[in-house]
């Protein structure tokens, strides 16, 4: 298992759109589970195999609930290979998402807060599930990802701007800092 670099913004093979995923095998198992230790290590609950630079339609997603408080996360990862949104409820809930491609950047974005949805799991078994709240929210994310779609494309064209003028600062300054 190894840890991958991870693919940042404005790489232009973030906006690809990911192929589906002719047979889950061994390669494929050895790709999530590299997948599960970059998102462990950088880290995160949530990421996409376009954003190690693989562009196949599967992400790995945890969320890490705390098993109580102060403790450490217990582990619980979800694997989605070539996921599909069957259905999404009317009502929307706004949550403030960041992501590992445009790092320190967060904003809010309203997204459907139930999906019914349908994937394959690690081992190609097929699943169709409702699914909401935070899960709802990351697995959206992460699917947009597929589609070549970032979390800040749902913000306004100024507030995008503004996001990307403040990453590039944020990045002018580490490059000062690391010369």
Known sequence: MAILPIVEVPDPRLRQ?????????????????DMLD????????????????????????DLQ???????????SPLVFVNPEILQESETF??????????????ADVD???????RWLDRDGAAHEERIEGMLAVVLQHEMD????????DHLSRLKREMLLKKLAKIRREQGKRAA
């Open 17 to 33: 759109i990911s192929q589906p995923v002719e047979q889950v095998d061994d390669d494929l198992r050895k790709l999530i589970d």
């Open 38 to 61: 970059t998102m462990y290590a950088a880290p995160g609950i949530g990421l996409a195999a376009i954003q190690v630079g693989v562009p196949k339609r599967v992400l790995v997603i």
């Open 65 to 75: 609930e705390p098993e109580e408080e102060g403790g450490e996360p217990v582990r």
């Open 93 to 106: 809930k706004g949550y403030n998402e960041g992501c590992l491609s445009v790092p320190e950047m967060y």
């Open 111 to 117: 997204r459907p807060d139930t999906i019914l949805a």
């Open 145 to 152: 990802h597929l589609n070549g779609v970032l979390f800040i």
